[in-house]
T-cell receptor, first 110, second 119 residues
Framework: QSVLTQPPSVSAAPGQKVTISCSGS????????VSWYQQIPGTAPKVLIY???RRPSGIPDRISGSKSGTSATLGITGLQTGDEADYYC???????????FGGGTKLTVL | QVQLVESGGGVVQPGRSLRLSCVAS????????MHWVRQAPGKGLEWVAI??????????ADSVEGRFTISRDDSKNTLSLQMNSLRTDDTAVYYC????????FGPGWGQGTMVTVSS
């Protein structure tokens, strides 16, 4: 059971937009920065978003992050088949004094 | 550009020890807390441990508390994870990650090193 809650799967057609939610609490998401990762099976997680909405260099602006209260959202527009992957959210939990992650969301581009 | 390179993984028997290292470059290592995160085969990400920027504080996941020790050597830009009393459920790819602010995860992760605990 993950501290952060993500939908197990989402899907959308090529060229469309998809959002992935990450739900937490006041001890984690509401009071700490959220990061998002893309992981293609067999490879290391790739940082897409950190500090809620900042993109590392090389990440295109069709990738976005937002946060409101105890929930965060990853948005991907102009979906491509190469976006098919597992996506994770993560942050710090002040009460647990631990890093926490969501269980992951599998994105299928139909 | 943040770069993190892990090493030290391998195959080890249950109950034995292993030491992982992570060499950092592209940023001022001594200014940031550092994490270890792991991923068991076919599973999600699991946070393991963090050490503060100055080494004065360390926190651990319950699953490794008392068995693993995180440390840092700022003179060598190196983060370490000493793993003792290894168990089969410690089998995973281990990643080091840089802090952003307030112990949250930042823009840099390594490529990982595989640890297999098996008799």
């Amino acid at each position: 059971q993950s501290v952060l809650t993500q939908p197990p799967s989402v899907s959308a057609a090529p060229g469309q937009k998809v959002t992935i939610s990450c739900s937490g609490s006041t001890s984690n998401i509401e009071n700490n920065y959220v990061s998002w990762y893309q992981q293609i099976p067999g490879t290391a997680p790739k940082v897409l978003i950190y500090e809620d909405n900042r993109r590392p260099s090389g990440i295109p602006d069709r990738i976005s992050g937002s946060k409101s209260g105890t929930s965060a959202t990853l948005g991907i527009t102009g979906l491509q088949t190469g976006d098919e992957a597992d996506y994770y959210c993560g942050t710090w939990d002040n009460s647990l004094r631990a890093g926490v992650f969501g269980g992951g969301t599998k994105l299928t581009v139909l | 550009q943040v770069q993190l390179v892990e090493s030290g993984g391998g195959v080890v028997q249950p109950g034995r020890s292993l030491r992982l290292s992570c060499v950092a470059s592209g940023f001022t290592f001594s200014n940031f807390a550092m994490h270890w995160v792991r991923q068991a085969p076919g599973k999600g990400l699991e946070w393991v441990a963090i050490i503060s920027y100055d080494g004065s504080s360390q926190y651990y996941a319950d699953s490794v508390e008392g068995r693993f020790t995180i440390s840092r050597d700022d003179s060598k830009n190196t983060l370490s994870l000493q793993m003792n009393s290894l168990r089969t459920d410690d089998t995973a790819v281990y990643y080091c990650a840089r802090e952003s602010r307030g112990y949250t995860f930042g823009p840099g992760w390594g490529q990982g090193t595989m640890v297999t605990v098996s008799s």
